[in-house]
């Protein structure tokens, strides 16, 4: 892991001022209290929690209450909104900025899982320019003094492509800051992102900053895509997964004088990463507040922690059905202490999935525009959804 240094930058978003240039995209059961907080152990930035609905935030439904809750070590406190109808939408901002749940808002318009889009929320909701416009104009205008941020894909497919017009009326609209996931919703995880887009995006935005997601398993990854592109700062997403401290090697990729908590590097031996590992089982008790809901919770994290070290297969099994800390610790006591394994722990993380045909509503492609008979459609991309 040898890293070129890149100059001294942060990021401003609005009146934040950001460490560094560096964003933990939202990511639906993993970007919680707990993984946000041992993130931030490990290095800096702004650390976004999970997708809320904005539905679900104006009916006060109690899940989505604890959820935007941060713990008070957070600072800046972010939330990110999705929606489909902007009166819903901006009251949901209103009720953040007026209870003070946070100092930045970003609106999800990336998500590509089929029972959100096939309800034209998502990924879909651009191409319906004016509905976007209206849903980022009002938001903007609800937030006040909070900045409010976009994030969206490329558009639904190669021949419907949506950024950088998108990324216009949001600029117009008054965001504060514009994030691209360089795939189109149809494309969903697979490929490679296509990180030329983020460089025609910033091209096209002048006066606020772009930031580049896609394909960022690495500090080096993160410098080359801000070199190639010109972006402002980074987005990152799976590439962190089971590897917190990533944003350890960030912090000092952008700033070499920065002192990350384990030093300028990770030495990520596997006896690290079953610290770390057990850490985050403990934020995660503390966060549900039940032990057993939080070391279940823990499971789906064990193999993206231990990918390319050598755990036998029956610690491994073990490790992913743990019920309490106790366990956890007489299982990270058996690991021993290999040392890091190099690139077969590196690499793409979590499930890429294959292109795919966009489910979209019927007729959604006829037409930029939306119809007023659209909103029971619409509120229906509401219900059961998953981040982007």
Not at 74 to 95: H, M, N
Not at 149 to 176: W, Y
Request: some cysteine; overall charge negative; glycine content about 10%.
């Amino acid at each position: 892991m040898t890293l070129a240094p890149a100059p001294a930058r942060s990021l401003r978003i609005g009146p934040l001022e950001i460490d560094v240039p560096v964003v933990l995209a939202p990511m639906a059961g993993i970007t919680n209290t707990a993984f946000r907080r041992l993130c931030r152990e490990y290095g800096a930035g702004l650390y976004v929690s999970e997708m809320i609905t904005s539905r679900a935030l104006v009916e006060r439904n109690e899940v989505t209450m604890r959820l935007i809750q941060h713990h008070e070590s957070e600072t800046p406190r972010s939330i990110q909104l999705f929606g489909v109808d902007p009166k819903t939408i901006a009251e949901a901002v209103r009720i953040i900025v007026a209870e003070d749940h946070a100092d930045h808002i970003d609106l999800n318009f990336g998500c590509p899982v089929p029972k959100v889009t096939r309800k034209g929320g998502g990924a879909a909701l651009p191409w319906k320019s004016t509905l976007f416009n209206d849903i980022v104009t009002q938001a903007v205008k609800a937030a006040g003094d909070i900045p409010l941020t976009v994030k969206m894909r490329k558009g639904i497919d190669k021949n419907h492509l949506t950024f950088l017009d998108a990324g216009r009326a949001a600029e117009d609209a008054g965001a504060a800051a514009i994030a691209l996931h360089a795939r189109t919703a149809s494309e969903y995880y697979s490929g490679h992102a296509d990180w030329n887009a983020i460089g025609e995006l910033k091209e096209a935005i002048t006066s606020i900053p772009v930031l580049g997601n896609g394909d960022i398993w690495s500090a080096d990854d993160a410098v080359r895509m801000m070199a190639e592109t010109g972006c402002d700062g980074v987005v990152v997403g799976r590439g962190c997964l089971g590897r917190p401290w990533l944003f350890g090697e960030l912090a000092a990729a952008f700033d070499p004088t920065a002192t990350p908590k384990d030093g300028p590097l990770v030495d990520a031996t596997l006896a690290f990463v079953g610290a770390a590992f057990r850490r985050h089982a403990e934020l995660l008790v503390e966060f549900f507040e039940d032990e057993d809901r939080g070391c279940r919770d823990i499971r789906k994290h064990a193999a993206w922690y231990f990918k390319g070290y050598p755990v036998g297969g029956d610690l491994r099994a073990q490790l992913a059905r743990v019920s309490s800390l106790a366990e956890i610790d007489d299982l990270v006591g058996q690991l021993g202490d290999a040392p890091y394994p190099g690139s077969a722990a590196e690499g793409q993380r979590g499930r890429a999935g294959t292109p795919k045909r966009t489910a979209l509503p019927d007729g959604w492609l006829d037409s930029r525009e939306i119809g007023a008979d659209a909103s029971d459609m619409l509120r229906g991309a509401e219900v059961e959804n998953n981040g982007g």
